[in-house]
């Protein structure tokens, strides 16, 4: 399986608080936030799923896969005082969703009130405090859904005013605004964006210069961990003037002056400045929604589906589809993810030809209004490519090994490698290490079982599974997965395909004026080609790799804005984003 470079500074899963106010041009608004190592473990685990998500984005926006729009379920709890007055109005609240959705449909989601607005008349929280959280949420809180909370004041415990918070993801499902700051157009997007786990762009510490260089060779590891932002020295009122242009003096480790972007929505900009996330900002808020967020839905009106196969390494498959949706009355499915209604009954039927990954996208009516939500590649059809000699298995048991099996079969089901019976009071918290020794030209797959339903993550310990090639490729891994998870695995001799897994592959500097260099781990193997496309898909430039001299790209000549650069070797590719200044 193909897997992108993966972020090396640890990420944690962050409490982020964002002040009101400043204190002088050189106190920016303060952010607090709060880690575990459990918090940091959740987004390590994510780190490889979302990677490969990222790369769907970049393929959307190439308008090579659906493009379809996923509702997410918000559920709106308004404070009022004890008698009822105060706090937002429907149509305030209604117009700061709208606005919100105008950033996050180039994410491909967009929100919507789930089962109206739940209005909480209590003096107490009207002005809220931050050690209030638990007794407030604690009886209002919907499951499954973004719970955003608007208050008329939100303060730390000391008195220090906030614009709000929200939690990374493998947090609470929370999101408290302050009510003015909720309708100045770009604190709740903020706010979200830290909900699909974006940084600041100055980073994670506030009130130190940052570690990213301007020449953004480290912009994978320091700073937001996003490379088409330009690395912030930490922008405020102090240095971003009132026709929001930076003003700044700042130079990074190197002597290089900054150059960062006040219009960005994560940065701490002036507000009326901040109006736009970056071409990867949006691939991550995608790649967390996909892998973290997905499976939100608002208890009263939600799509959700079931098949027969989702599946198989033959080059054909029939699937059966059933709607699991709460609420329809009608239903409009595309099975195949090229944007066309294919069936319109409930339960449709389909049989796919010729190997690939399919979107599957249902919509779904109630009479009055829609929901749309896209199960990214619910249909593969062919094996992964594994292309290896061997497999190795590393399981960490939970505090009930006994619930745990797994079996290692070939393409006609013989089992080749099963569990032994862990033993519950031996085996808890063990590590075991099993290897599968593989054929080429052979399909196989690799399922894992929990017997009570709940993984062997994070109920009862941290257990996991991680399941890769001899060579260090992650194949599967995960613990958190029900009652069970399964890959198929299709092991061809050594491909390129390993070329993307091993070797990195960065672009510098980005944003870009006059050249673009295409930065390898390993420069003694060069891609194929590279191709570069404009926002809509058109291919402004490609040229054949020959020697290290045509890994720099000339771009002097090209206009102002988003690009993408498609790298590739064989038939395999992997594809970047840069801003061209």
Request: hydrophobic share 35%.
């Amino acid at each position: 399986m193909k897997r992108g470079a993966f972020i090396k500074k640890t990420l944690f899963i962050l409490t982020v608080f964002c002040s009101i106010s400043f204190i002088s041009a050189q106190h920016e608004p303060q952010c607090g936030t709060v880690a575990t190592a459990e918090s940091e473990k959740y987004f390590q685990d994510l780190l490889p799923q979302i990677r490969q998500y990222e790369q769907d984005y970049y393929q959307k926006t190439l308008q090579r896969s659906s493009t379809a729009i996923s509702s997410v379920p918000i559920k709106a709890h308004i404070i009022r005082t004890d008698s009822g007055t105060g706090g937002l109005s429907e149509t305030q609240l209604n117009n700061a969703i709208a606005s919100m959705n105008t950033y996050y449909a180039n994410a491909f989601i967009e929100f919507f009130l789930c089962d109206g607005i739940n209005y909480i008349d209590s003096t107490t929280y009207f002005d809220y405090s931050t050690d209030e959280q638990d007794a407030l949420t604690n009886v209002n809180n919907v499951d499954n859904v973004i719970n955003i909370y608007f208050a008329n004041t939100v303060s730390t415990t000391d008195g220090g005013g906030l614009c709000g918070y929200a939690f990374f993801p493998g947090g609470p499902e929370v999101i408290l605004m302050n009510n003015s700051c909720a309708l100045n157009g770009s604190t709740l997007p903020h706010e979200m964006g830290h909900f699909f786990a974006l940084s600041h762009t100055h980073g994670n510490t506030n009130g130190t210069l940052t570690s990213e260089l301007v020449d953004g060779s480290n912009c994978s590891t320091d700073g937001d961990f996003i490379c088409d932002t330009p690395a912030d020295p930490q922008l405020g009122g102090g240095n971003v003037s009132s026709s929001c242009i930076y003003s700044g003096s700042a130079i990074d480790a190197n002597g290089a002056a900054f150059t960062p972007n006040p219009l960005n929505i994560m940065s701490y900009s002036r507000k009326v400045c901040r109006t736009e996330f970056s071409p990867q900002q949006y691939a991550r808020i995608y790649g967390v929604y996909q892998a973290s967020r997905a499976v939100m839905a608002c208890p009263s009106f939600n799509v959700d589906i079931a098949s027969s196969y989702t599946r198989d390494c033959s080059n054909t498959l029939d699937v059966n589809f059933t709607d699991n949706s709460i609420g329809a009355t009608f239903w409009q499915w595309d099975v195949d993810g090229d944007d066309i209604i294919d069936y319109t009954t409930q339960n449709p039927s389909h049989t796919y030809s010729g190997e690939g990954a399919y979107d599957v996208t249902l919509t779904i009516f109630n009479g009055s209004s829609s929901l749309t939500k896209v199960f990214q590649e619910y249909i593969e059809i062919g094996g992964e490519d594994i292309s290896t000699s061997e497999i190795i298995l590393t399981l960490n048991t939970d505090d009930w090994p006994a619930e745990t099996s797994w079996e290692f079969k070939d393409s006609s089901g013989t089992i080749l490698y099963s569990s032994p019976v862990y033993v519950e009071g031996i085996d808890d918290f063990q590590t075991f290490t099993e290897n599968f020794t593989v054929a080429t030209n052979e399909c196989y797959s690799f399922e894992i079982i929990d017997s009570f339903g709940d993984g062997i993550c994070c109920a009862s310990g941290f257990g996991s599974f991680n399941l890769t090639t001899i060579e260090g490729s992650t194949i599967l891994s995960g613990g958190d997965y029900g009652f069970g998870n399964i890959v198929y695995l299709a092991n061809d001799v050594l491909s390129v395909e390993d070329y993307f897994a091993n070797n990195s592959i960065s672009i510098y500097p980005n944003p870009t004026k006059n050249t673009l260099n295409i930065q390898l781990s390993n420069s003694n193997n060069l891609p194929d080609t590279y191709t570069i496309y404009n926002m809509l898909g058109q291919v402004i430039m490609s040229k054949r790799i020959h020697q290290a001299q045509d890994l720099s790209i000339q771009t002097n000549a090209f206009s102002e804005g988003v690009y993408y650069l498609k790298i590739s070797k064989g038939n395999h590719s992997n594809t970047l984003p840069f801003i061209k200044n």
